[in-house]
């Protein structure tokens, strides 16, 4: 079963809204990861946060982490046409190194 | 610096037949990930590399797929004989450290008719 799961699947939004989505996962993590994925091109890194860190910003984004609920939450503030794009969230645990991602988030930005 | 590249983009091949995708790691990073995602569900983990030795293989599908990372540099992930359901984009990744930021390659996507 897969350990992150992202809420919305899809939101759509007007250019310069922000947009925020959910990630829950079910184990312990080491890391967790987001990644944007435009259409037909390969898994962008947008920030990774540690299991002992709450809050982590670069540039636009926000991302908290609530390891008591086991889950995180990415904001993109003010957001542009070219934020339209999947994005997927990535857990890792301890001594695992692989990555479990969910489902992804389509974000649509409308101009 | 160079990214991960992946070699082709995309391939078409008809079920029964052999593919060997290729990914090339960041230099220098020892860590080699390929992960999948078919038909719209999540990216799925297949198998990840030390320099040349499998760390886990527990995401490989079935005895049609290997993988191999001879010298440690790039790898290959072949599928032999393919079949419908393999059909999907392949990504690959690579990081310095076990369970550091990964970073990906723009993927293969494979069709298998």
């Known amino acids: 079963s897969q350990q992150g799961e992202e809420d919305p699947q899809a939101l759509s939004i007007q250019e310069g809204e922000n947009a925020t989505m959910n990630c829950s996962y079910k184990?312990?993590?080491?890391?967790l990861q987001w990644y944007r994925q435009n259409s037909g091109r390969g898994l962008v890194h947008l920030i990774l946060?540690?299991?002992?860190?709450r809050e982590k910003h670069s540039g636009r984004l926000r991302v908290t982490l609530d390891t008591s609920k086991k889950s995180s939450s990415l904001l993109i503030t003010a957001s542009r046409a070219a934020d339209t794009a999947s994005y997927f969230c990535a857990t890792d645990s301890p001594n695992d190194y692989k990555l479990s991602f969910g489902a992804g988030t389509t974000v649509t930005v409308r101009a | 610096e160079a990214g991960v590249t992946q070699f082709p983009s995309h391939s078409v091949i008809e079920k029964g037949q052999t593919v060997t995708l290729r990914c090339d790691p960041i230099s220098g990073h020892d860590n080699l990930y390929w992960y999948r995602r078919v038909m719209g569900k999540e990216i799925k983990f297949l198998l990840h590399?030390?320099?040349?030795?499998?760390?886990?293989e527990s995401g490989m599908p079935n005895n049609r797929f290997l993988a191999e990372r001879t010298g440690g540099t790039y790898s290959t992930l072949k599928v032999q004989p393919a079949e419908l359901e393999d059909s999907g984009v392949y990504f690959c990744?690579?990081?310095?450290?076990?369970?550091?930021?990964?970073?990906f390659g723009p993927g293969t996507r494979l069709t298998v008719l």
């Open positions: 946060i540690r299991s002992n860190e």
């Open positions: 590399f030390v320099k040349e030795s499998k760390q886990d």
């Open positions: 184990t312990s993590i080491n890391n």
């Open positions: 990744a690579s990081s310095i450290l076990a369970g550091g930021q990964q970073f």
